[in-house]
């Protein structure tokens, strides 16, 4: 198995085969507009016009399960975003990313990196807060909160796992080497 044998519903309720993003740069991320982290689709979106035109794509899954931080429909999810940070990157269905009905590509990208890697002192201090509060995050590899970010390579292997709190700008040098 691997990141092209799975499909997941866009925001529309239409069926988005990942086979179709073979040989693409892949960035997933769980997503919420209403978090402290949400100004990073301002970042996000600055990656995916720097890098869309050399075969980078991102997939933004709407998260509800941290602290009820993504109300709203998708529909509204979306217009808040190309709103708010005019988000042009592919905004998928909310799904659930722990837990008994968690979407089973989450399940994968977990199994595939199930430790991120959190830097500095303030971002480990954030990290332990917010894991004491994350009711869905019950072991070992669950996702803790919103805007955790998967990178997958042109090949399909899930290579870096990032906390919420990195910075996607951050990833612009390691991302780059994969374009």
Same mark, same amino acid.
């Given at each position: 198995?691997?990141?092209?044998?799975?499909?997941?519903?866009?925001?529309?309720?239409?069926?988005?085969?990942?086979?179709?993003? !073979?040989?693409?740069?892949?960035?997933?991320?769980?997503?919420?507009?209403?978090?402290?982290?949400?100004?990073? &689709?301002?970042?996000?979106?600055?990656? *995916?016009?720097?890098?869309?035109? !050399?075969?980078?794509?991102?997939?933004? *899954?709407?998260? @509800?399960? *941290?602290?009820?931080?993504?109300?709203?429909? @998708?529909?509204?999810?979306?217009?808040?975003?190309?709103?708010? &940070?005019?988000?042009?990157?592919?905004?998928?269905?909310?799904?659930?990313?722990?837990?008994?009905?968690?979407?089973?590509?989450?399940? &994968?990208?977990?199994?595939?990196?199930?430790?991120?890697?959190?830097?500095?002192? !303030?971002?480990?201090?954030?990290?332990?807060?917010?894991? !004491?509060?994350?009711?869905?995050?019950?072991?070992?590899?669950?996702?803790?909160?919103? *805007?955790?970010?998967?990178?997958?390579?042109?090949?399909?292997?899930?290579?870096?796992?990032?906390?919420?709190?990195?910075?996607?700008?951050?990833?612009?040098? &390691?991302?780059?080497?994969?374009?």
């Amino acid at each position: 198995m691997n990141i092209y044998d799975f499909k997941v519903k866009t925001r529309n309720g239409e069926e988005l085969d990942l086979s179709s993003l !073979k040989g693409k740069v892949l960035l997933i991320v769980n997503t919420a507009t209403g978090c402290g982290f949400t100004p990073q &689709y301002e970042g996000l979106e600055k990656l *995916f016009e720097k890098y869309h035109d !050399k075969g980078f794509e991102i997939l933004d *899954f709407p998260c @509800d399960q *941290f602290g009820h931080q993504a109300p709203g429909t @998708d529909d509204e999810i979306h217009q808040f975003c190309t709103a708010k &940070y005019n988000t042009k990157f592919e905004q998928l269905s909310k799904i659930e990313v722990n837990g008994d009905n968690e979407e089973p590509l989450y399940t &994968y990208l977990k199994n595939c990196q199930p430790n991120e890697e959190v830097v500095g002192l !303030k971002n480990k201090m954030a990290m332990k807060a917010v894991k !004491k509060i994350s009711s869905t995050c019950k072991k070992d590899g669950d996702i803790v909160w919103n *805007f955790t970010k998967f990178l997958v390579d042109r090949n399909g292997n899930v290579v870096k796992r990032y906390d919420p709190t990195f910075n996607p700008s951050d990833m612009e040098e &390691y991302l780059v080497s994969l374009i």
